[in-house]
């Protein structure tokens, strides 16, 4: 974790996005990490996948150009039950990266299990335990909507990486 660094982390999704900037800060010369802001990007059932999309787009944009992270941290697509769901989803994430690259922000990406082993200590975790670890590692955090929780977490997960990858 680096001092000042802020990092806008992703659930993807076309009907639900979830989204959280979340900052580095020192207090009481301890590293901890805050909320800037986070949110839910959400569109009716019956509007069409381009429109969808563009709202994803022109909301991230506006949270972007606010915010100015440093880092986006994205949730991989790892299985889906339903294929048009999972197409929808890769959709979403398309338009997630491509605004990563054109605001040149560092991009990674986890995969579901990844997330809830980093914050949770356990690859398989519930919604409701992940909640509870999000409230451990940010104080004050009473976060109600699953998918901007969720993006917490995917941003947790990149603050918590190694620092360095050992090898050998």
Known sequence: MKEGEVVLGIDPGTGRLGWAVLKVVVIDNCKKVEIVDCGLIESKANTPLVDRLELIYRELS??????????????????VKNVKTGISVAHARGVVLLLGKINKMEI?????????????????????????????????????????????????TYLNRPKYTQTG
Request: glycine residues 2%; hydrophobic residues 40%.
């Open 62 to 79: 506006e949270i972007s150009q606010k915010h100015k992270p440093d880092v986006l941290v994205v949730e991989e697509l790892f299985f």
């Open 108 to 156: 990674f990406q986890y995969k579901p299990n990844e997330i809830k082993m980093s914050v949770a200590g356990y690859g398989h975790a519930t919604k409701e335990q992940m909640q509870k670890m999000i409230a451990c590692y940010i104080k004050n955090c009473d976060i109600k909507q699953d998918d901007t929780a969720d993006a917490i977490a995917v941003a947790l």
